[in-house]
């Protein structure tokens, strides 16, 4: 059971680097303007990398679902179990953002050669998802974290 919630804290942890990171770079709507910001947004998602993070956090998810069920079963509501659950609950309405941001993206996809004014409002769609998103991934990240002395 160690071994895989370390697993868990791991990838948990490389997930809400990665989704954080990327959060970084919607600032900077404000000084490259909606155009670079929207065609630059839409090459990055069209790419592997939104694939991959998407199945290393399905994984990721599933495996903290097990791991949570099974500590509940075997060792009750402690604070472990607990604060797995609570982990699992904030992934849960972090991939709710992801899924958001993603819908926004598509949106953007289709508006990539409009003008500005068409591909603002899929823009700012994206980076108030996105913020929620990194946000919860975050959280979840740190509250999995804290569940280790409990292990």
Request: proline residues 3%; hydrophobic residues 55%; charged residues 10%.
């Amino acid at each position: 059971m160690a071994f895989l919630f370390l697993t868990i804290v791991v990838a948990r942890g490389l997930t809400a680097g990665t989704i954080l990171g990327l959060g970084m770079m919607i600032p900077m709507k404000a000084k490259v303007g909606t155009r670079a910001q929207a065609n630059y947004l839409s090459q990055m998602y069209r790419g592997v990398g939104p694939r991959i993070y998407g199945a290393a956090n399905v994984s990721m998810t599933s495996a903290l679902g097990i791991l949570s069920l099974w500590t509940l079963a075997a060792r009750g509501a402690d604070a472990f179990s607990s604060l797995l659950l609570a982990s699992l609950g904030l992934t849960g309405l972090g991939l709710l953002g992801t899924f958001f941001s993603l819908r926004a993206m598509r949106g953007l996809w289709s508006a990539v050669d409009k003008d500005d004014s068409s591909r603002s409002p899929f823009v700012d769609r994206f980076a108030r998802w996105h913020i929620y998103g990194a946000v919860c991934h975050t959280a979840a990240f740190i509250i999995l974290s804290l569940a280790a002395p409990f292990l």
